[in-house]
């Protein structure tokens, strides 16, 4: 039975990893991202495993040539085994944004944003899943920039945007403290949830609690809202219990006075364990020169992803209040 592309791919990444994490003692994850840094550069620095390793890392290599997949093959791929490492060494935040969560922040930027060339930011960048699967849906010049506080995960990002060619700009480094970062034209981003613990740090941001820590999903809004162009446009993936928290009328309160809410689409809960856990896509537009909000925003209760007829009755309808109130 002949394997798929993505099926190719995950083997070689897989073996080459198991190959270099039993050679230099490293995590899987530490070696899947070596091995994906050899397999780009298209070489393996001599001095850098035994010679047996080296003969056993090239005659796996010299089976893929990169050229013959597309994008979303590398990156489906590369996704499956990052899975696969995190099942071995799980922490809260490393969760990875599903596919078809950011095949939707993919199609809602691709809708919002009129222009051919645009800034774009993830500042919760992780391993780059979530911007390379948008980057990979927009046919346009993008210039994009992501960060990241964790070492291990920006390292992935990097070899990720590299096997898919994509030139991104990442910071490692806290995305809540100072960011030299020219301001861009969209934000995306799967937030991180829970309580910031630098409380001295978020004494800067309007949205800090009163007492105790803040949310840092709060201030992560309010850091992407200073770092977006007037008019810019700001997707999130937000927990559906954003504005029901006791810190949340700090949030309503900054939303008022800096962006209107374009629109908000409700994650089917069959995509999650408990109800809890339960996520939307929010839309949000910083105010500026001519901004409006919208007649009615955007607001959509997404059916089960893997029917096609409720997401064709979906894909209708927002495209109609695209032509209603975007032109």
Known sequence: M??????????????????LQEE??????EALAETGEYLFQGSVPEDAVSELT?????????????????????RKAYQLVILKGMKENVQPNHQMTPDTVGMLVGYLVDRFMKQPTFRLL?????????????????DRNVTSLGVEIDDLLIKLAYVNANLQEHAVELFNQDSLEL????????????LPIGYYPNDVRAEDYQVKASEGHSYSHHLFIEQSVRHTVPGGYLFFVIPNGLFESEQAPLLHEFFKENVIVQGLLQLPMSMFKSKNAAKSILILQKNGEGVKPPKQAL??????????????????????WFLENKG
């Open 2 to 19: 002949k394997i798929s592309s993505v099926e190719e791919l995950f083997t070689i990444f897989n073996e080459t990893a198991l190959l």
């Open 24 to 29: 230099l003692n490293y995590t899987y994850l």
């Open 54 to 74: 080296l003969k056993r890392l090239k005659k796996q290599y010299e089976q893929i040539h990169l050229e013959k997949f597309s994008n979303e093959e590398i």
């Open 122 to 138: 993830d500042p919760a960048v992780g391993t780059g899943n979530m911007l390379t699967t948008v980057l990979n849906h927009l």
């Open 179 to 190: 960011l030299f970062i020219d301001p861009v034209d969209v934000v995306i981003g799967d």
């Open 299 to 320: 607001l959509v209760d997404l059916p089960n992803l893997s029917s096609p007829t409720g997401m064709d009755n979906i894909l209708s309808g927002m495209e109609k």
